[in-house]
């Protein structure tokens, strides 16, 4: 049974950071991919940063570039995303996902995290 479960969302000022989780397991293989995703309310799922577990490269969505970083730790199956230099339009329920064949995960994975919220005023 696969699980994804995220923490370390929370309420930020602007310019503020967080750090956010997701442990996964129940995973057969140790190599697949892991992202978030950020959705707002009445907006479309987007795609924010991703990582292949194996070769641990990344993917990242341009409005984030430069500001957030993903990372892995094997050992722990989990991936952390830090969210630097945040601004209010990175307020949003953030989902943790993960894909056996696609990386940044497709938007049809059965796998996903409960998602947990941040909010930049």
């Known amino acids: 049974h696969v699980q994804l479960v995220e923490s370390g969302g929370g309420s930020v000022q602007a310019g503020g950071s967080l750090r956010l989780s997701c442990a996964a397991s129940?995973?057969?293989?140790?190599?697949?991919?892991m992202g978030w995703f950020r959705q707002d309310p009445g907006k479309g799922r987007e795609g924010v940063a991703a990582?292949?577990?194996?070769?641990?490269?990344?993917h990242y969505a341009d409005s984030v570039k430069g500001r957030f970083t993903i990372s892995r730790d094997n050992a722990k199956n989990t991936v952390y995303l830090l969210m630097n230099s945040l601004k209010p339009d990175d307020t949003a329920m953030y989902y943790c996902?993960?894909?056996?064949?696609?990386?940044?995960?497709?938007?049809?994975?059965?796998?996903w995290g409960q998602g947990t919220q941040v909010t930049v005023s």
């Open positions: 990582i292949y577990t194996g070769s641990g490269s990344t």
């Open positions: 996902a993960a894909d056996h064949g696609s990386c940044p995960p497709s938007r049809n994975t059965g796998y």
């Open positions: 129940g995973f057969t293989g140790r190599r697949f991919c």
